[in-house]
């Protein structure tokens, strides 16, 4: 399946504290864009000085508000690069194509209370949300934790029953008591690092929330490692991985017509069989299961890479 | 209430579906008729592919196709409605995808009929125009007490074809509203609230090849502005729009009364051509069932078609013939068809000029 795309321009460029930055999209006809639903994200294209980058960013503004789509990104000084083009090189007027917007962290619409706990830049998906949920007349709650206030993205725009913390300041989130008062019929979702997902997981299964009314955010961003190889064997070629590309980006490099989605290791689109491994395969997706990842049969290539001696999959 | 005030104009025929059954197609209806087998067999496939236009003047032409029967089945709809009210349900936190489906709808139909429906936007105050069905209506976007029925069914008294709408969710799809007044023997009313494996339960063989597997895996990636599609066909005798699990009684027995002189008038092939698009504001997927009636004796004058059609009839998996209800006449459908089976070779393709 072929992915969607809108053609859009950037009409602002607005830095909201040291790390973030906030960047909104028109469309370049001058028309509507679609309205989506909170937790969206839509994958950017970006011609990096001729490095193909595509990074997946969640719609942070307002979904009815179908003039624009706002995201917020976060410089990541270790990542690939990315962030630091939005962050040096996106300027308003540029061109650029954007997917459209795919959900892989609804809101489940039977929730009686919609419990939010967002840490740093995992505000984004959350402020869509709140804007939703407000058209609707839906009862929501956010918990929100930053290093420092002077990191806060949004702080002083959010309004209703949010509740702030600063790890700076030794303020956290109560979490165990937070979980243990809510209503019957509470969905709660998390977006933020990988430490507070682990966190909010395994208080919830010890409190015995039921695991369909827990929500989490799961992108992985593709991290660099060691270059390597691999044999693709319905299309033929074998193709080098070098260390700040993503195997699914070194196939797209190579003109490899691979599908995806989430490029954050997240929806299952990219996956691919493993013919042939000598060596460790380096999972880092959220869609194998461990009896997949330990069996070394399949291969996400948009998070995942290779160490070893050769690898070949299909593709 | 809905208040039809329809106008047939030139194009839309007025006729019935239940009763004397005046329905029938135009020599140009049988022509554009979305003929299903594409190959002189069948068997299930997860045969899906993009909903994109194509064929100017075929089913294919636009998203949603408005064709000679619009007026006459919508008034069927309210008729089947009125008795049973039932076949139109949404649970409550289906109302954003009702809307999603108003939109879509009304943004594709004044985009793709200009002539028949208009729509106007200030915000979210939106004024609707359809002229075949007499509606002028101004409401407010997202707000249910300015419309007299909730969004979906709304919109769906106005569309030909049943819909369903489908919430994600733990990684499945559950039918939770939906409009189901054309449909072939299944009751919304018993699957409503039922996920993906549960409503297919029923259908023989396609489990065991791991088609639903593969089905749900395809729609859960489904994206916004990338709709798919796919056909599918069952027999029907007597050209009945209705023929549902709740009213079986009355319609059922029409089965027995087939004879090699009135099978080609009575016997009727039906299409269901299925699309499937994601809604944005509610991240639902909207399922479009469209159904088309064609006699026996229209479709033969394709020369194409009456060949493939014998072909497929005769052929057909004695399980898939059951399920689809017309085990008991595929022989005097077999008998009626093979006098316009010559045995010539037939094209590939679905299309009766190709």
């Known amino acids: 399946m072929s992915v969607a795309k809108l053609l859009v321009r950037v009409a602002e460029v607005e830095k909201i504290n040291d790390l973030i930055t906030r960047f909104r999209f028109v469309a370049r006809d001058g028309g509507l864009l679609p309205a989506f639903s ?12 001729g490095t193909r980058r595509m990074n997946p960013y969640s719609l942070s503004g307002d979904p009815e508000d179908r003039t624009g789509y706002e995201i917020t990104v976060r410089r990541d000084d270790a990542g690939r690069g990315g962030s630091i083009y939005m962050h040096r090189h996106v300027s308003p007027g540029m061109e650029m194509v954007i997917s459209h917007p795919v959900n892989l962290f609804p809101l489940d619409g039977r929730a009686k209370k919609h419990l939010f706990l967002a840490g740093g830049i995992g505000i984004t998906p959350f402020k869509a949300m709140i804007h939703q949920l407000s058209h609707i007349g839906a009862k929501w709650e956010l918990h929100y934790a930053t290093r420092n206030p002077a990191l806060c993205a949004y702080g002083d725009q959010l309004k209703g029953p949010v509740h702030f913390y600063y790890d700076d300041l030794k303020s956290f989130i109560p979490l165990r008591d937070l979980l243990a008062r809510q209503p019957l019929g509470t969905h709660v979702y998390c977006c933020g690092p990988k430490g507070m997902l682990s966190w909010v997981r395994a208080t919830a299964a010890e409190l015995g929330l039921p695991e369909h009314s827990v929500h989490f955010e799961e992108f992985t961003a593709p991290q660099p490692g060691a270059p390597f190889d691999v044999e693709l064997t319905l299309t033929g070629k074998t193709i080098h991985v070098p260390s700040h590309q993503s195997l699914l980006e070194a196939m797209e490099a190579n003109g490899v017509d691979a599908p995806y989605l989430c490029r954050g290791g997240a929806c299952g689109q990219c996956e691919c069989q493993v013919v042939k491994a000598e060596g460790q395969i380096l999972h880092r997706d959220h869609w194998l299961t461990d009896e997949e990842k330990a069996s070394n049969s399949k291969i996400m290539p948009c998070v995942s890479r290779f160490e070893g001696r050769s690898l070949a999959i299909e593709r | 209430m809905l208040d039809l005030k329809p106008d047939f104009g030139g194009f839309f025929k007025d006729e019935t579906f239940v009763g004397d059954f005046t329905f029938a197609n135009s020599p140009s209806a049988v022509r554009r008729f979305p003929f299903p087998f594409d190959r002189d067999q069948y068997m299930y496939s997860v045969n899906i592919e993009p909903h994109v236009p194509t064929r100017p003047g075929s089913v294919l032409e636009h998203a949603f196709d408005i064709d000679e029967h619009y007026v006459s089945e919508m008034r069927d709809r309210a008729r089947v409605l009125a008795r049973d009210p039932l076949r ?18 009304m943004e594709s139909l004044s985009r793709d009929y200009p002539q028949w429906f208009t729509l106007e936007r200030s915000g979210n105050d939106w004024h609707w125009v359809n002229k075949p069905l007499g509606i002028d209506q101004r409401f407010t976007f997202l707000d249910p007490s300015t419309l007299p029925y909730g969004p979906m069914e709304y919109i769906t008294r106005q569309m030909q074809g049943d819909f369903t709408l489908q919430d994600e969710r733990d ?11 054309t449909q072939a023997d299944w009751s919304l009313d018993f699957d409503i609230g039922m996920n993906f494996f549960e409503w297919h339960a029923p259908v023989p063989l396609a489990h065991e090849k791991g088609i639903f597997d593969r089905a749900l895996k395809f729609l859960l990636k489904l994206q916004h502005g990338a ?5 599918n066909w069952t027999m029907t005798v ?12 009355e319609w059922g027995p029409s089965k027995t009364t087939l004879t090699q002189a009135n099978l080609g008038a009575k016997q009727h092939l039906r299409v269901e051509l299925q699309s499937l698009f994601r809604l944005p504001r509610s991240n639902a997927i909207a399922f479009s069932i469209r159904a088309y009636l064609g006699s026996f004796q229209d479709l033969v004058t394709v020369p194409k078609w009456g060949r493939r059609l014998h072909r497929v009839v005769r052929d057909l998996h004695p399980d898939l013939a059951a399920y689809k209800g017309f085990l008991r006449n595929r022989d005097a459908m077999v008998e009626w068809l093979s006098k316009y089976d010559d045995g010539a070779p037939t094209s590939p393709g679905i299309w009766p000029e190709d």
């Open chain 2, 227 to 231: 709709p798919v599609r796919r056909f």
């Open chain 2, 171 to 181: 990684g499945n799809l559950w039918v939770d509203a939906g409009m189901v007044t």
């Open chain 2, 88 to 105: 139109c349900q949404s649970l409550p936190h289906m109302e954003l995808a009702g809307w999603d489906l108003v939109e879509l709808i």
């Open chain 2, 238 to 249: 007597n050209p009945l729009l209705d023929t549902a699990p709740e009213t079986y009684p």
């Open chain 1, 38 to 49: 909170g937790g969206a994200h839509v994958v950017v294209e970006m011609e990096d000085h």
